[in-house]
């Protein structure tokens, strides 16, 4: 059965979309893994990175969050993965969701139906604690938490994990934090040093929490223009430049998530 991964942050522009992507490309090239990238954000960042012009689609996952009998659109175009496209419908959803009995759990109930055909399923959630957020943290196995190495990121990221741990203990108390991402690191900043000392002292405080028992603070992701670049060419950062020196830091992070798809039978998913 695939592991499904939310790229998390109720912070906009930290990487959550880029991330998405690129991740999502070294899972399924490097690790041979069949994929599936799934679009929760009404301003459809991914879809547009991805190369697909978000209103084409009539067919969204708004459907299927609304309608659990509805199969889920997929855009199967690229080689590498299967996207479930969103557009800007998906915020009339979003106030949709409110009406429905259980409502945290719509997006659960469609990954149910589609991660037994995948390895890997990576949600993109969009830049708000909304609804649809509330569904995505509800729905996966992991969260990824991206976070931009500035001071101000770090205080509404801490106001992020209070909530995630609210939401959690309710309606999905398996959930596991795996990683924090620190993103748009540039080490010649102070502040980009201290914000990297404050997340490891957060989250060694957190440990004795199981929601974050076993998360992993990656190596930062250096700041660079040329996600954008590779974005706007609708490229993962490894197509666009091959020997781009984040890519390292970004294998890391998919490596650590093949620890979480390879568990075998029986084993302990979080040991
Ligand atoms: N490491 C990075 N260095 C510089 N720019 C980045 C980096 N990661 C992402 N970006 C750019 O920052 C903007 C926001 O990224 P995005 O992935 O859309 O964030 P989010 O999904 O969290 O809103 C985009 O223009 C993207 O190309
Ligand atoms: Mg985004």
Request: aromatic share 6%; charged share 20%.
């Amino acid at each position: 059965m695939g592991k499904t991964f939310a790229l998390f942050n109720m912070s906009g522009g930290v990487g959550k979309s880029t991330l998405t992507q690129n991740l999502g490309y070294h899972l399924a090239t490097d690790h041979d893994l069949k994929v599936l990238l799934i679009d929760v954000d009404p301003q459809a960042s991914l879809t547009t990175f991805m190369g697909y012009p978000p209103l084409e689609y009539e067919q969204t996952i708004a459907d299927s969050l609304l309608d659990a009998s509805s199969p889920l659109a997929l855009e199967s175009r690229t080689e590498w993965c299967n996207l479930a496209p969103a557009n800007i419908f998906l915020s009339q959803c979003e106030i949709e969701l409110h009406s429905k009995i259980q409502r945290e759990l719509c997006l659960r109930r469609v990954l149910d139906k589609v991660k037994d055909e995948y390895d890997a399923v990576l949600v993109d959630c969009p830049p708000s604690l909304g609804q649809l957020s509330i569904n995505c943290i509800s729905g996966v196995d992991f969260l990824i938490i991206p976070i931009q190495t500035e001071c101000k990121s770090l205080e509404a990221t801490l106001t992020l994990l209070q909530t995630t741990h609210e939401i959690t203990q309710q309606v999905n108390p398996d959930l596991r934090v795996l990683g924090v991402a620190p993103t748009m690191y540039n080490k010649q900043y102070r502040q980009h040093q201290e914000a990297m000392d404050t997340i490891q002292s957060v989250f060694q405080e957190l440990r004795a929490n199981e929601l974050f028992a076993h998360t992993s603070i990656y190596d930062p992701i250096p700041r660079s223009t040329h996600f954008g670049d590779a974005s706007k060419a609708h490229q993962p950062l490894a197509v666009f430049k091959p020997k781009h020196p984040a890519l390292e830091q970004l294998r890391a992070i998919a490596d650590n998530m093949i620890s979480q798809i390879k568990v075998p039978v029986g084993a302990a998913a979080n040991g």
